[in-house]
């Protein structure tokens, strides 16, 4: 089953405008993750936050979270058109498998 | 190799038929994991292996599906008398327990599997 929600469901804006998705999740956690996808294909992992840090940040992207509200969001600044892609959450279970969450497609137009 | 892949990169079967899907993953990874992604969905937990063994195989949906890893690096997802709702994405990923890379898990290219 799915941990939760991610909104929007699918975002588009114009090159170099920034991009955040929101995701939800429904258990307390280690850390939560976020992923890429672009179409078809398998997944690369962007980032991890650990349920102790409230922001991280990695090149262009920048991740909060908020435990009280089992929520978190990932920013996307200085959008590319090669930044289109889906863009899920997870977090990690007991046996460490990853749960996600049912993703935002990002398009981002030149 | 370099990262994560998986055979073939497209299945296309009938009902009823058995089909197998293979994953290698990065050489030295102890852990390994097999995913199923429906179309507009995320992909969801099938089975957990650690090593030789499969340490969690509570996502597997019924007795149809199995999975083997017995020399604890390839491993493959079988799946007996397919029905068309298995049509799907199966991703495998595979991660280090140890070193900064805890619990990044790298995914594979993924088999996307059509049952006719």
């Known amino acids: 089953s799915q941990q939760g929600e991610e909104d929007p469901q699918a975002l588009s804006i114009q090159e170099g405008e920034n991009a955040t998705m929101n995701c939800s999740y429904k258990?307390?956690?280690?850390?939560l993750q976020w992923y890429r996808q672009n179409s078809g294909r398998g997944l690369v992992h962007l980032i991890l936050?650990?349920?102790?840090?409230r922001e991280k940040h990695s090149g262009r992207l920048r991740v909060t979270l908020d435990t009280s509200k089992k929520s978190s969001s990932l920013l996307i600044t200085a959008s590319r058109a090669a930044d289109t892609a889906s863009y899920f959450c997870?977090?990690?279970?007991?046996?460490?498998?990853?749960?996600f969450g049912s993703g935002t497609q990002l398009t981002v137009l030149p | 190799g370099a990262g994560v892949s998986q055979t073939p990169s497209n299945k296309v079967t009938e009902k009823g038929k058995y089909v197998e899907l293979r994953c290698d993953p990065i050489?030295?990874?102890?852990?390994l994991y097999w995913y199923r992604q429906s179309l507009g969905q995320g992909p969801e937990f099938l089975i957990y292996?650690?090593?030789?063994?499969?340490?969690?195989d509570s996502g597997l949906p019924n007795d149809r599906f199995f999975a083997v890893r017995p020399e604890g690096s390839v491993s493959t997802l079988k799946i007996q008398r397919t029905e068309r709702g298995d049509s799907a994405m199966y991703l495998c990923?595979?991660?280090?327990?140890?070193?900064?890379?805890?619990?990044?898990?790298?995914f594979g290219p993924g088999t996307r599997l059509t049952v006719l």
């Open positions: 990923a595979s991660s280090s327990t140890s070193g900064r890379s805890y619990n990044e898990q790298f």
């Open positions: 258990t307390s956690i280690n850390n």
């Open positions: 936050i650990r349920s102790n840090e």
């Open positions: 997870a977090t990690v279970g007991s046996a460490r498998q990853l749960t």
């Open positions: 050489s030295g990874h102890t852990a």
């Open positions: 292996f650690q090593g030789t063994g499969a340490a969690d």
